[in-house]
């Protein structure tokens, strides 16, 4: 059984959410600001958070950055009435893994929380496959109809990051912060070099291509066969 945290400060969401995820056979942990919801997290394990923003006291954002300069990789849910392009962008770059605006479908938060946890499952077991391309962890392979290749390991830890996280955006900082150390004397543009890197290796991949944000970072997604012919 999964346990999901719930960080909202209305009593009668709180009480939506805990009974929607109960009745789907998840247990679930309520917190009415960010700090009850730290709280929380360095007292259980937790598999996944759903976050509003504005709450008292600490709200979505601060907890937010709070989880993810404490090295967390829980995967967060924001579930919020601040929809402006502004306010999705600032979640993306503190780290977020979804977003969703107020009010909410209740059978889509329950697809968009199963379709999180299977990807945080897929990083933890250290193997993808992507179509007919499979990435090994342990060895830094990637394997594609029957042909294995080893990447140097910065490139096969961002593809791997990307590919377990399809359609996730991931600022530069993002890539930055987890595969370079803090003393490191690399710059935002060594991403760049890598992503380059990346997609002239898979150039001629019609599993995944890696996509651009314009003003954010990088993306993975999975190409359908009428995009197969479509470059990184």
């Excluded at 958070?49 to 600490?58: H, R, S, T």
């Excluded at 993306?92 to 969703?100: A, C, E, H, S």
Aim: contains cysteine; proline residues 3%.
């Amino acid at each position: 059984m999964f346990n999901i945290l719930i960080a909202d400060d209305q009593p009668n969401i709180r009480r939506l959410y805990e009974y929607t995820l109960e009745k789907n056979g998840y247990c679930p942990f309520t917190a009415a600001n960010g700090e009850e919801a730290l709280e929380i997290l360095a007292e259980h394990h937790i598999d996944l958070v759903v976050l509003d923003v504005m709450m008292p006291e600490m709200d979505g954002f601060d907890c937010l950055k709070a989880i993810r300069e404490g090295g967390l990789s829980v995967p967060v849910l924001i579930i919020t009435a601040k929809d402006s392009a502004e306010d999705v962008r600032k979640s993306f770059l503190l780290g977020t893994d979804d977003y969703m605006v107020k009010p909410v479908d209740e059978i889509e938060m329950l697809l968009r929380i199963k379709a999180l946890l299977r990807r945080s499952r897929i990083s933890e077991e250290q193997r993808i496959r992507i179509g007919g391309t499979e990435l090994i962890y342990d060895s830094f392979s990637v394997i594609k109809d029957g042909v294995s290749t080893v990447l140097p390991r910065k490139e096969f830890q961002i593809l791997f990051k990307l590919l377990s996280f399809p359609g996730k955006t991931f600022t530069r900082r993002n890539l930055m912060d987890e595969f370079w150390s803090m003393d490191s004397d690399s710059e935002a543009r060594t991403v760049d070099v890598h992503i380059n890197r990346l997609r002239e290796r898979f150039r001629q991949n019609d599993d995944f291509s890696i996509i651009t944000v314009r003003g954010l970072g990088y993306k993975a997604v999975k190409l359908s066969p009428e995009d197969a012919g479509d470059s990184l």
